[in-house]
């Protein structure tokens, strides 16, 4: 039902910055979505668990995993239903692959009422390798 696409991955040396966004569609030309009530990153490192970078609700809170605080910002343009990722100060511990993360999405049809889907819906993930 919905299609995420992630941008801005690649390569950096420790303390430069990248710039990560997510755009996020409906997988049919009839299913347009209406909005989304979560959307963030997470990442995975190899031989690591899939974990929360970060995530923006529509209710305005944004939470961050520790390890990012005061390096990353999440932002949201709900009216493109995107979201980016700002990258400062990176650190070769943030090298892994970063996935978007969509969850509650409203989706609309002609002639149809909206349905909220909770599922996760999640892009293919965009690599970043941060070198000393």
């Known amino acids: 039902q919905v299609q995420l696409v992630e941008s801005g991955g690649g390569s950096a040396q420790t303390g430069a910055s990248l710039r990560l966004i997510c755009a996020a569609s409906?997988?049919?030309?009839?299913?347009?979505?209406?909005?989304?009530?979560?959307m963030g990153w997470y990442r995975q490192a190899p031989g690591s668990p899939r974990e929360l970078v970060a995530i923006?609700?529509?209710?305005?809170?944004?939470d961050y995993a520790n390890s990012v605080k005061g390096r990353f910002t999440i932002s949201r343009d709900g009216a493109a239903n995107t979201v980016a990722l700002q990258m400062n100060s990176l650190k070769p511990e943030d090298t892994a692959v970063y996935y978007c993360?969509?969850?509650?999405?409203?989706?609309?049809?002609?002639?149809?009422?909206?349905?909220?889907?909770?599922?996760?819906?999640w892009g293919p993930g965009t690599q970043v390798t941060v070198s000393l």
């Open positions: 409906g997988n049919s030309r009839s299913a347009t979505i209406r909005s989304i009530k979560n």
């Open positions: 993360n969509a969850n509650q999405v409203t989706i609309t049809r002609p002639m149809g009422v909206p349905v909220m889907y909770p599922d996760d819906f």
């Open positions: 923006s609700s529509t209710s305005g809170s944004a």
